[in-house]
């Protein structure tokens, strides 16, 4: 029987150290053939008779041991003297040099050593020798040379920020030998580091370009090295760096100095908003919507900006108020192209953001609800729709602008908090343009009357809508009443008579007297009503004498001139048909009028422009011992003329009818809130009742205290003395 020779340890050995010196050589540079397969065999062969041989005679334990040492001897002989000598660039060449030889070496020793890999290491649970061999690079190169590697590679990348050309290629190089070192190495030997050192870079960078640039040109560059620094990331630091390196970028050249930046006199946010910048205003939204609230102080300066603009413009308005100009539309018009033009930056430059719609917002709110002139917002957009409405009004805009003027009211009156105030006074004006024929169209009414309802409901406007359709069938019931007239020959009057029915709950308030009406009006108002309740049985009339228009003819001795008046100055002028002088108090008794009515009406007819009466004795105020006559003298170059009365403090009228109609909102909230939760202390049913009534006004919380207090009088709420909450309240069924 044959017997197996031992191979002892340092024979077995001496073979594996001439495959090691052959590779070493090979490394080095030197010349050496390559390794055969022969020899590949052979020392294989010889590692693994050595590491299955029985006991005393296995040397596995031993040959794991000389593995290590071969690793340790080839970079602490042939790695290390040779990086020690390098510096800058060419450390991180040589660095990488050794690296790559010192991976060829541990793969050639593996090959050698596979079945020692193989078996004994998941054996015994040792490190596997490749480990093992990247364990020694890591302990005696890197451990030594990284500090110094770390300095030259953060100086190469200053070097490239400031224009200059590296080799990124062997940066990517020696920053993979940190991740391959292990997973904290990159961190803790390299980018923590490398942060700090683009930190310090980047507040020098800014503390330099806040003082030289303008904001467009500082965001410029912003821009730039945000772009620069993410496309480093790309080609040779590690995917992981991104993060911290944009944030320190955004931190020091943006937040750092966001105040300065966008306060930059000429050229900060303001300016580059005024002047319609949009690129420059889209690149400000670009850098700093990224950042953590970085869009809060631009959003902050762009809403300062707005109020700043509209309030110069509401001073403007004021100023020109002041010194007798007439600015209410001009304002208006100018509030608008505002709002347009800031709209059209968040659309388009802010991207739509919320926090800038809530900016524009706040500064809107603002601006329309501030009283100009001693009007309020209400009122001025409420005359400036009737301006508009007119007749000349939308000529003068063409039919394409005032389709978006009137999208622009809706818009402002989204601001308003009394909106309630511009209903009265849009329905007042409305019903003056639509009872005198002043108004540009049916269609631009029914407009505009659409996108309010759109915006603020059905209930907004539905007394609006009543008016336009009461003025329609205003119009068939005048034609049915001609067509009544020409069939009934006996009944006619013998005076042109146009009467316009209403429907009392659609129209404002209007103030009703008992004239004593002329012979000649008495009779046409009684062929009306005969016709009417042939029509009708169930409705009564009331008539409005305030808002009729005569057309009378005065008699004067240059020739007849056509006054064109309302029905109570006409009852004024026909009591001198049968008389030359009256007495004022003549006038009043015949009339059965107020003194301050009378007065009106005896000023516009002998004070004004028109002196269709002498008055004795001759000034410029009504007396009770004033005597009047017919001034048959009177002539005028027109033959027709409107002699217009004095008008009437319309907004005074309005603040009372929405002062009662808040009132009467406040009842109904507090009732229906008490209705459906019964019991409620006195804090939270104020409350809910200015969140159920803020949609129309701001209600006056002393006001919501008082109606409280009305309505505990009136039985509706009492004071829940029960409860443990003190100033409780409990409905009563």
């Given at each position: 029987?044959d017997?197996v020779?031992v191979?002892g ?9 001439v495959g090691?010196?052959?590779?070493t050589?090979i490394l080095e540079?030197?010349k050496?053939?390559p390794v055969?397969?022969e020899?590949?065999i052979h020392?294989?062969t010889?590692?693994?008779n050595m590491?299955t ?11 794991y ?9 080839y970079?602490?002989?042939?790695a ?9 660039v060419?450390?991180?060449r040589?660095l990488v040099l050794r690296?790559s030889n010192?991976k ?8 050698f050593?596979q079945?020692?890999?193989?078996c004994f290491?998941?054996r015994i649970?040792v490190?596997?020798l490749?480990e093992?061999?990247?364990?020694c690079f890591?302990?005696l190169?890197?451990?030594?040379l990284?500090?110094?590697a ?5 100086e ?5 920020r400031?224009g200059g050309q590296?080799?990124r290629a062997?940066l990517k190089?020696v ?12 961190k803790?030997?390299f980018e923590t580091l490398?942060?700090k050192?683009?930190t310090?870079y980047?507040?020098r960078?800014?503390?330099s ?11 410029q560059?912003?821009e730039e090295?945000l772009?620069k620094?993410k ?5 040779y630091?590690?995917?992981?760096t991104?993060a911290g ?6 931190r020091?050249?943006l937040v750092a100095v966001a ?5 930059k006199?000429h050229?900060g ?6 002047d319609d910048k949009v690129d ?5 939204y ?6 953590a609230?970085?869009l809060?102080?631009?959003?902050d300066?762009?809403?300062q900006h707005?109020?700043a603009?509209?309030?110069a413009?509401?001073?403007?308005a004021e100023d020109?108020a002041t010194s007798?100009g007439?600015?209410d ?8 192209e ?5 709209m059209?930056?968040v659309?388009?430059s802010?991207?739509?953001?919320t ?6 917002k706040e ?7 501030k009283?100009v ?6 009122e001025?957009?409420?005359t400036?729709?009737d301006n508009?409405?007119k ?6 805009l ?9 999208e ?5 009156l989204?601001y308003i908090?009394?909106?309630d ?10 019903a003056r343009?639509?009872?005198?024929d002043?108004s ?5 009414e029914?407009?505009i009357?659409t ?5 603020l409901g059905?209930?907004f406007t539905?007394?609006m809508?009543?008016?336009v359709?009461?003025?329609t069938l205003?119009?068939?019931?005048q034609?049915?009443?001609e067509?009544?007239l020409n069939?009934c ?8 008579m146009t009467?316009t029915v209403l429907?009392?709950g659609?129209?404002?308030?209007y103030?009703?007297s008992?004239?004593n ?24 009339l009331?008539w409005i004498?305030s ?5 009378v003819?005065?008699?004067f001795?240059a020739?007849p001139?056509e006054l064109?008046?309302?029905t109570y ?5 026909l009591?001198f ?6 007495t004022y108090?003549?006038?009043?008794e ?10 009106r009406?005896?000023?516009s007819l002998s ?8 008055k004795e004795?001759?000034?410029?105020t009504i007396?009770?011992?004033?005597v009047?006559?017919?001034n048959?003298n009177?002539t005028?170059?027109?033959?027709r003329?409107?002699?217009s009365l004095?008008?009437m403090?319309?907004?005074k009228k309005?603040?009372?009818?929405v ?9 109904a909230a507090?009732?229906r809130?008490m209705?459906s939760?019964?019991?409620l ?9 200015v ?9 006056d ?7 409280i207090e009305?309505?505990?009088?009136r ?5 829940n003395?029960d409860?443990?909450?003190p100033?409780t309240?409990?409905?009563?069924a």
């Open positions: 029987m017997c020779k191979i340890l340092e024979e077995g050995w001496s073979h594996m150290e090691v010196a052959k590779v050589r540079g030197l050496e053939p055969e397969s020899s590949y020392l294989y010889t590692i693994y590491c041989q029985k006991p005393p005679n296995d040397y596995s334990r031993e040959l041991d000389r593995y290590r040492q071969v690793c340790e001897d970079l602490t002989q042939r290390l003297p040779c990086l020690r000598e390098k510096h800058s060419f450390l991180l040589e690296w010192h060829v070496m541990v793969r050639w020793l593996s090959r050593f079945y020692l890999d193989r290491t998941t649970s490190a596997p490749r093992v061999g990247m364990t890591r302990d190169v890197y451990e030594e990284h500090s110094r770390t300095d030259v590679v953060i190469l990348i200053n070097e490239e400031e590296i080799d062997l190089n920053l993979d030998i940190y991740v391959e070192a292990g997973k904290d190495q990159y803790n030997d490398m942060l050192d683009s310090s980047y507040s960078k800014a503390a370009w806040i003082q030289e640039d303008s904001c467009p040109e500082y965001m560059k912003a090295c772009r620094e496309e480093r990331v790309a080609h630091l590690h995917s992981t991104e390196l944009v944030e320190i970028v955004q020091q050249l105040k300065q930046l966008l306060d006199e050229s946010c303001r300016a580059l908003s005024r420059d205003l889209s690149r400000m670009r850098l700093f919507q990224p950042i609230k970085g809060e102080p631009v959003a300066v762009f809403k707005i109020t603009e509209g309030n413009l509401i001073k403007q020109a007798g007439v600015q539309q001009l304002l208006v018009t100018q509030i608008m505002l709002h347009d033009k800031y059209a930056h659309m388009g802010f991207q739509s953001h926090l800038f719609h809530k900016a524009l500064a809107f709110e603002v601006l329309c609800n009283n002139a001693g009007s309020s917002s209400a001025l957009l409420a400036f729709c508009l409405l007749k000349g009004g939308i000529e003068k063409g039919e394409e602008a005032v389709e978006h003027t009137l622009n009211v809706v818009k402002l989204a908090r009394d909106k105030l511009f209903a009265e006074f849009y329905r007042e004006k409305q343009r639509l009872l005198f002043r540009g169209g049916e269609e631009h029914s407009c009357l996108k309010l309802k759109q915006q059905g209930h539905s007394k809508e009543g008016m359709t009461d003025m205003a119009k068939d019931q034609l049915c009443f067509a009544y069939t020959v006996a009944t006619k009057p013998g005076i042109d009467v429907t009392t659609f129209w404002p308030s103030k009703t008992d004239l009406l002329p012979s000649e009006m008495i009779e046409c108002i009684q062929v009306f009503k005969a016709y009417y309740e042939l029509r009708t049985s169930h409705r009564r009331m004498y808002l009729g228009t005569c057309h003819l005065g008699r001795s020739r001139v064109i008046v309302s100055q006409a009852a004024v002028l009591l048909n049968n008389t030359e002088r009256l108090h003549e006038i009043v015949q009339l059965n009028l107020s003194h301050e009515d009378v007065v009406l005896l000023h004070c004004a422009k028109y002196k269709i009466l002498k004795p001759m000034s410029k007396s009770r011992t004033d009047f006559e017919f048959s009177f005028d170059r027109m033959r003329i409107k002699v004095p008008p403090d319309e907004r309005v603040l009372e009818d002062d009662k109609d808040r009132r009467y909102a406040i009842d507090v009732v809130i209705k939760r019964k019991v202390p006195h804090q939270q049913l104020v409350s809910e009742c969140a159920l009534l803020s949609k129309m006004f701001k209600p919380i002393r006001m919501i205290k008082k109606q009305d309505l505990i009088s039985d509706y709420l009492e004071r003395t409860n443990p909450i100033n309240f409990k409905y009563l």
